[in-house]
């Protein structure tokens, strides 16, 4: 998990680097305006100052970061009895604990808790995952390795794609995204708040005989980060652009995530963004 003011960088962030790196040592660097502008309206900016600029916010991140909370170490032991099926290495149990970028800390979002385990409603989406995993065609299975190949990165792109559209200056596009950023990793901090509160125990813990399609991490089953941070970029775009909501399906699959651990979870990122706009951080 990234601290909650990263935004994405994939591996073309180390060629940009190199870029402007060379830029700098020039003095002065051509700016393009907007396509089809007239050469008299571009303007000349020295590269440096520019440079200095990101490094100098970058030290500031920096320095955050070494004081996010990340790099605790968790000295507990995972609980026992009913309902807790984790095993003896959890996966990062004190990420709810982590600094956040726009709530207070990562308790302030708290959904209710999960379907008490054995209870009519554990049993009843147990079975719902069930029938589901046994249930998949081919072209129902065929997405699982783009989505673990890719995780949020077709999340981002239309992001980026609309913004790109609707020509948003460079500022707005920085701001967008670095909501988009802090509001989802909020989310998730949010939702490991919530899952190693109830230590919930995954489906396939619950029925072994449920069958898989890629590794079960070993974290608690509620609430589902994949779906808060789904709702938190999302809503997001959708406070940016408000007239484009709506017009694409939700990313969200049907099955696991439709239970109480999917809906739960996507509601968090709204909440996110509400709780944003309350402190006056719109778009």
């Given at each position: 998990m990234q601290p909650a003011y990263w935004g994405p960088c994939r591996g073309d962030c180390q060629q940009t680097r190199r870029i402007l790196v060379g830029l700098e040592d020039r003095p002065q660097s051509r700016v393009v305006g907007r396509e089809g502008a007239p050469e008299h309206s571009r303007a000349l900016w020295p590269a440096g100052i520019g440079l200095a600029i990101g490094r100098a916010v970058a030290a500031k991140a920096i320095a955050r970061a070494q004081s996010d909370g990340s790099d605790a170490r968790w000295t507990r032991t995972v609980p026992t009895g009913p309902g807790i099926g984790v095993g003896t290495t959890p996966v990062e149990p004190l990420a709810g604990t982590w600094r956040t970028g726009n709530l207070t800390s990562g308790s302030q979002i708290r959904p209710g808790p999960p379907p008490a385990f054995g209870s009519p409603q554990f049993q009843r989406e147990l079975e719902a995952v069930k029938r589901l995993a046994t249930s998949l065609t081919p072209l129902e299975r065929a997405p699982a390795p783009f989505w673990i190949e890719k995780g949020i990165a077709p999340i981002w792109e239309p992001a980026h794609a609309v913004m790109a559209r609707a020509k948003v200056s460079p500022a707005r596009a920085a701001r967008i995204s670095a909501l988009m950023a802090t509001s989802?990793?909020?989310?998730?901090?949010?939702?490991?708040?919530?899952?190693?509160?109830?230590?919930?125990?995954?489906?396939?813990?619950?029925?072994?005989?449920?069958?898989?399609?890629?590794?079960?991490?070993?974290?608690?089953?509620?609430?589902?980060?994949?779906?808060?941070?789904?709702?938190?970029?999302?809503?997001?775009?959708?406070?940016?652009?408000?007239?484009?909501?709506?017009?694409?399906?939700?990313?969200?699959?049907?099955?696991?995530?439709?239970?109480?651990?999917?809906?739960?979870?996507?509601?968090?990122?709204?909440?996110?963004?509400?709780?944003?706009?309350?402190?006056?951080?719109?778009?």
């Open positions: 989802a990793a909020d989310g998730v901090i949010s939702v490991w708040d919530v899952k190693y509160l109830h230590w919930s125990i995954r489906p396939t813990q619950a029925d072994p005989t449920i069958p898989t399609l890629i590794p079960v991490p070993n974290y608690p089953a509620y609430s589902s980060g994949f779906s808060a941070w789904v709702g938190a970029l999302t809503e997001v775009m959708a406070d940016a652009f408000p007239e484009q909501s709506g017009s694409a399906p939700s990313p969200i699959p049907v099955g696991p995530e439709s239970t109480s651990e999917g809906r739960r979870s996507y509601e968090v990122g709204p909440l996110v963004l509400i709780t944003m706009e309350a402190g006056k951080r719109q778009v």
